[in-house]
């Protein structure tokens, strides 16, 4: 009986080691049967997945960057450009600063008359003219009168050199605005009248003022149609009525300018063959 039990004993043991041995193999066969695994499979999708975030991270970067550097370019070509308008403002009232002085110095020479009425020295040797003696109540007054019309013109053009000065020196645009227009208020006999236009126009301009602009250089032509202002005067009207869609009277002002000497006709010129 005792070897019976030690003989299932050892046959339980051996057939529970062989079955075990048998199992082993068939769970490797089923897994390498099924393919890959999950954690096999995902692995590349997440990778792939990670370097597209990236990717796209870098161009947008890019992108970003890009934008500054236009963004940047963009900024200092605009500063280029008002400088240069800024800088040829400040030739234009310079040349025309110069100019007005000597006007102020020809008209100078200009001397009272018996009846206080200013003649020039040309006109001075008419015979229509009474000759003052010493003693003669009129030449008295005359050193008072003519110091009167001295102080007036003095004052004129200090208040002219002072509102161009505004613009010029200080590059206060509205400064100079108030100031122009006050001196056509103050002085509507001024020398400058049509200076003081011109630049208010040129100001307008600036502003994007159109209807101020053209009514300053409107004033000019009709007004002063003789002054050296009325020609580039021309060409600004032809190039506002172009803008405003009036073929017909921009043709009409820049015809008038191409007749004018120097740098406005050939400007004038080449404004309607590129426009017309």
């Known amino acids: 009986m005792k070897n019976l039990v030690v003989s299932l004993a050892v046959f339980f043991f051996f057939s529970a080691s062989a ?24 692995l590349p999708e997440e990778n792939q997945a990670s370097k597209l975030a990236s990717n796209q991270f870098d161009v947008m970067q890019d992108l970003r960057d890009e934008v500054r550097s236009l963004r940047g370019l963009v900024e200092e070509l605009s500063y280029d450009l008002q400088k240069m308008k800024q800088r040829q403002l400040d030739d234009y009232l310079d040349i025309d600063r110069r100019l007005s002085i000597q006007n102020i110095e020809v008209n100078s020479t200009e001397v009272l008359s018996s009846e206080g009425e200013l003649v020039t020295a040309d006109n001075t040797d008419d015979p229509s003219q009474p000759i003052l003696t010493s003693g003669d109540p009129a030449l008295d007054q005359t050193p008072v009168l003519a110091d009167s ?19 010029l020196k200080d590059r206060n645009i509205d400064a100079a605005t108030v100031a122009l227009n006050m ?15 011109y630049w208010l126009g040129e100001i307008y301009l600036l502003k994007g003022d159109t209807e101020l602009a053209r009514k300053a250089f409107k004033t000019i032509v009709d007004q002063f149609p003789q002054h050296p202002k009325s020609m580039d005067s021309n060409f600004k009207l032809g190039k506002i009525y172009f803008q405003l869609g009036d073929r017909a009277i921009a043709e009409e002002f820049l015809l008038k300018a191409i007749e004018s000497p120097g740098g406005t006709a050939t400007k004038a010129q080449k404004f309607l063959e590129q426009n017309f």
């Open 19 to 42: 079955n075990s041995q048998n199992l082993t193999p068939i769970v490797e066969a089923n897994s390498s049967l099924d393919g890959p695994s999950l954690t096999e499979v995902s």
């Open 183 to 197: 001196h056509l208020v103050d002085f509507p006999d001024s020398p400058f009248t049509a200076n003081a236009h």
């Open 149 to 167: 019309v001295r102080d007036y013109e003095v004052a004129v053009r200090q208040d002219y050199e002072a509102a161009s000065n505004k613009l």
